[in-house]
């Protein structure tokens, strides 16, 4: 899990804690996914936003999704000429003027003031199907999208709005989905878009199937089975329609690592805790998921002050970072081999839904350092690696 530019990397004695992206991790990863996936992919820059991370991804994906007016500016800024699609609820009138390739549209109130801005636009309309979403780990239940009976509404403003070009239809269901359970949702979402499509007498229709790929933070070594996937998908195609994905989790989560420090090992009432230097307000994942984060300790015998160094050996530990509240928790009752203060804790599967989820300036301790490790700066601009 760790790679040995990671393990180099710590050995320099960096400035802890530090977010770490492995580019070039990142790069074969996007790469297998780009193989293996015959149908448009959009990167959902939610997900991980960072530009060395978007400019890694550019020459693998088909473009960008975006999710506020504020993305849509940076993602620009980062890379003038990517394809843009425009989603999320709530957009403002100042976001309605912002151009996108697509935009797409959360309801017939929100189609109805693009309208009236009396300028051409490209817009999928985003549909909210029931459906036994149980089991996924989000079910994007709640005000995405439209219902069926909803979306019948926007017939009417398109056809007072010739300028409004609709070229299909939109879904993002739900998160956590395996290969196969992403292929009965893809089929569901056909199913209902195809005749829907048919009926609107769109034209070369284009559906967006959503992301939602999942990463399983208990194993991290299995990721999601993006050949499978890619295989059913290309057999559920047809000509003449243009299909597409917008993964973000599954895409950015390896690339990444929070690495940080032990400051104190104690016992409390029973447990074993290990404090490490930061905390979830940078690294706020494993609260949101309610998972223990995977990591590795890089053992460093020289650690500790004076003739005193806590450690604790063959226990079940729970690593903690510096707030104050029983809620800044990495990982609970994990078995390490053995941990002290001065080692170092490489936390796993930060690429996505880390740094920029996260509470960062709670308790104003010391920001987090980046780096962008890369075993090729020729690729990278100079500032991007160290
Ligand atoms: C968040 C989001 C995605 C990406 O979801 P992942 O679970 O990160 O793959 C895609 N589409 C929409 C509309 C989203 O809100």
Redesign the pocket.
Known sequence: MLTDRLREWTATSPRLPAFVYDLDVLDAHARRIRDAVPIEI?Y?A??NPDAPILRTLAPHVDGF?V?SGGELRHVRSVLPEARLAF??PGKTDAELDLPADRI?VESPYELARLAAKGRPADVLL?ANLAGDRTGV??A?SGP?GMDPDVIEECREILASAPWLRLRGV?A?LA??LDAPELVVQSREILDWARPWAEKAEIEDPEF?L????A?DYAAPGATFDWEAYGRKIAALARPGETLRI??????TAYCGWYVTDVLDVKPAHGRWYAVLRGGTMHLRTPVTKQHDQPFTVLRNPAGGSGARRPSAHDAEITLVGQLCTPKDVFARDVSVAGIGVGDVVAFGMAG??GWNISHRDFLMHDPPGFHYLAGDPRGYPPSEVP
């Open positions: 959009l959902a939610k997900a999704e999710a989603g999320g797409h985003r780990a989000l994007m995405f939109h993002h998160s956590g967006n959503g992301g939602g790929m990463v917008e993964p973000g989790r599954a895409v996505a839904y």
